[in-house]
């Protein structure tokens, strides 16, 4: 007898990162009768991509296996969930169905997951190059143990940006012993969309304090490479202590990221900045469609309902288990009765210094300092930021725990306006 065809319905996640694992475990937690697929570029299953950048590792010749093992992050381990590692999606015909992918095969789906993530922004493209310098970046396993062998070697090092990944790989090449430059054009210090000016002065000065080259403004742009790859003949010796960007080895750009995209042109949605969704995670106007994580604009209640991309751990996780959950209920597996209702917030650890952010101070008219100095960070510092004198955001550096039960405080605050 010929085989029995599976007549489940057939689920595609497309993104095998941290929103595409959570939405496969809302599936199976809800026990949907379907066969879910999960397609990743990545050969590799999901992991922790923040961590990519935390810690240094010893010198191995496995070293993005080591990697790979201790940034991993487990879930969606049922029979019902088939990983296509290695296997990325070129495009999709919503009103068909359908997904083109890398291997040139089609698949037909019944439910799709966008969870296609972000990719690193460049200024010269993956892997370009200027007239001095090959530009890399740093957002998979790969480009990991590339980044971590060239510090080991103690390289000197040019990094353009002042972000969560320019800030943390700073001070990870500094723990390898590296020399250090950082480049900032447009903002005056690390953080300062979040953060404000005052703070992120502050924290521009702690890089320099610990041996960090840090330059903004004028003094940035005259040091960065020539703007067009095609320049035949390097542009003239620009000094920095007597000496050249020529003779920097490990040019990393950090500068932001793209949402992934691409691969839905053509079916009529709203890819202005990522996959536009209304506050359950559905894709309009297909009621079998939902995206998550860093791809994903939704309605922020915290900015009034505002369209908001974020792009932090924790919101991968909500966004994922609710676009989830919100698709077993199309498929008559329970219902889902709260909207997104997501706490942003995210911390990271510079050189020692926990900086802690909550709320979204980007939607402040004012700053307070509630205790501490924002001028020596180092000794503890807890801001709370204002909106027509109502808080909705909170910011807390500190080497220690000095402030700590006022910090907790302030967020209880903000979880209950």
């Known amino acids: 007898m010929p085989p029995v065809a599976d007549r489940r319905p057939h689920i595609a996640v497309v993104g095998s990162g941290i929103a595409g694992l959570r939405a496969a475990d809302a599936l199976l937690k809800r026990e949907v009768d379907a066969r879910i697929v999960v397609f990743g570029d990545e050969p590799h299953r999901t992991y ?97 143990r590339y980044v971590h062998q060239r510090l080991q070697a103690s390289e000197k090092v040019t990094i353009t940006g002042a972000g969560f990944v320019a800030c943390e790989l700073a001070s990870l090449a500094k723990e390898y012993g590296c020399e250090v430059l950082m480049l900032e054009a447009l903002r005056r210090g690390p953080f300062e969309s979040l953060l404000g000016e005052r703070l992120a002065t502050a924290l521009g000065r702690r890089l320099v304090q610990h041996g960090i080259t840090f330059l903004t403004g004028d003094s940035a742009r005259e040091l960065l490479c020539a703007a067009e790859p095609s320049h035949a003949e390097p542009p003239p010796d620009r000094s920095l202590s007597d000496q050249s960007l020529s003779d920097r080895s490990l040019f990393i750009e950090a500068i932001g990221s793209v949402p992934n995209v691409e691969w839905l042109d053509g079916n009529g949605l709203d890819l202005s900045d990522g996959v536009r969704v209304d506050a359950y995670m559905r894709v309009s106007p297909w009621d079998n469609v939902f995206a998550a ?113 006022a910090y907790i405080k302030l967020l209880r605050s903000l979880r209950e306006r």
């Not at 991309?309 to 498929?331: C, Q, V, Y």
């Not at 101070?361 to 004012?366: H, L, N």
Request: proline letters at 5%; glycine letters at 12%; hydrophobic letters at 35%.
């Open 48 to 144: 922790n991509r923040p961590g990519l950048t935390k810690k240094r590792y010893p010198l191995s010749d496995a070293l993005e296996s080591t990697i790979a093992e201790d940034v991993r992050v487990k879930g969606a381990e049922n029979d019902a969930v088939t990983w296509r590692l290695g296997t990325g999606v070129r495009s999709a015909d919503l009103s068909g169905r359908t997904l083109r992918l890398s291997t040139g095969e089609t698949f037909e789906y019944d439910a799709l997951v966008i969870a296609a993530g972000v990719r690193p922004r460049t200024a010269f493209g993956d892997g370009g190059e200027c007239a001095l310098h090959t530009h890399r970046t740093l957002r998979g396993l790969g480009d990991a």
């Open 293 to 405: 994580g860093d791809v994903a604009r939704y309605p922020d209640p915290w900015t009034a309902g505002s369209l908001t991309r974020r792009e932090f751990w924790k919101n991968a996780i909500d966004t994922g288990d609710l676009a989830g959950r919100s698709l077993a209920s199309s498929l008559g597996y329970g219902s889902v009765t709260s909207p997104i209702g997501y706490f942003p917030s995210m911390s990271t650890e510079v050189l020692g210094l926990r900086i802690q952010i909550a709320g979204d101070p980007r939607a402040s008219d004012a700053m307070e300092v509630v205790c501490g100095d924002p001028d020596e960070p180092e000794q503890g510092v807890l801001v709370a930021y204002l909106r027509e004198g109502t808080a909705v955001g909170a910011a807390y550096l500190d080497k220690g725990a000095r402030y700590n039960s």
